[in-house]
């Protein structure tokens, strides 16, 4: 897929004069991901979220047209703005259309030299490639929804089992080439089957989705890794944290809980 996504974009940098490219995909009206970028003869493969709200994107999707807006830089990758900037550039948008819900998938962003546009023929060519490039799109984010599926609990969003443990089969490795230390929190749910027996499962969901979200606002964001380890029961792995550090953190998540 980073093959595919790397041609798109070298493909589109050659049709825009070798001007700087952002390839976004589309998640809601809202929110995005860049999924690829092509600067100055460089690949780059951020796979960043980006918020769409209030900016020119949210047109391009409501609209689903190309349209052509003052450009600015996020991240060294091309971006529309409303307002005129002094960056000598403006961003041509291009939406990606799904064929079959007619519905904007993506968005390829060009930077154009301010005053001089694409010439007409290079355009032509660009809409006769899009909808190919938004099959690219779409299989990308494809292949994301199975990553997310394989790797993710559905009720409580938290990373599963199997996840978990090749995460910490990594840590142990880097461990011993690099040295350093590592925790792990293990956590089970008090009387959690009185709660199923008395309430219902459905009850018992919600206690789990609720100590999910707990667990989750406890920890450190993209460094710790928490799961649904079994039915009741949770785990946390915690790179560069000594036995006191995660001592810590399991008080804290107590704490949350009791106070709940």
Excluded at 94 to 109: M, W
Excluded at 181 to 195: A, N, T, W, Y
């Amino acid at each position: 897929m980073e093959l595919l996504i790397k041609q798109a974009l070298e493909t589109i940098a050659h049709l825009g004069n070798d001007k700087p490219v952002a390839l976004l995909s589309v998640e809601d009206k809202h929110k995005g991901m860049v999924i690829g970028g092509w600067v100055k003869g460089e690949f780059i493969l951020p796979n960043a979220s980006i918020q769409l709200k209030g900016t020119p994107l949210e047109k391009i999707i409501a609209n689903k047209q190309a349209h052509t807006y003052p450009g600015t830089v996020v991240e060294s990758l091309p971006f529309p703005a409303y307002k005129e900037t002094d960056s000598g550039f403006s961003c041509l948008c291009l939406p990606l259309l799904n064929a079959e819900h007619n519905q904007v998938k993506g968005i390829v962003v060009i930077a154009q030299k301010r005053g001089s546009p694409l010439s007409s023929d290079r355009l032509q060519t660009l809409n006769t490639i899009i909808p190919l490039i938004a099959v690219v799109v779409a299989a990308s984010l494809e292949k994301e929804h199975l990553i997310e599926l394989a790797t993710r609990d559905s009720l409580t969003g938290l990373y599963t089992r199997h996840y978990f443990e090749t995460r910490l089969q990594e840590e142990f490795t880097r461990i011993r080439r690099h040295g350093g230390v590592v925790s792990i929190l293990r956590i089970d749910i008090d009387h959690f089957k009185l709660i199923n027996d008395t309430y219902g499962y459905k009850k018992g969901n919600q206690v789990l989705q609720a100590f999910a979200k707990f667990l989750t606002a406890s920890i450190r964001h993209e460094i710790d890794i928490p799961c649904r380890y079994g039915g009741k029961q949770f785990s946390v792995l915690l790179p560069q944290t000594d036995v006191d550090g995660a001592y810590i953190l399991g008080d804290r998540i107590r704490q949350h809980c009791e106070q709940h």
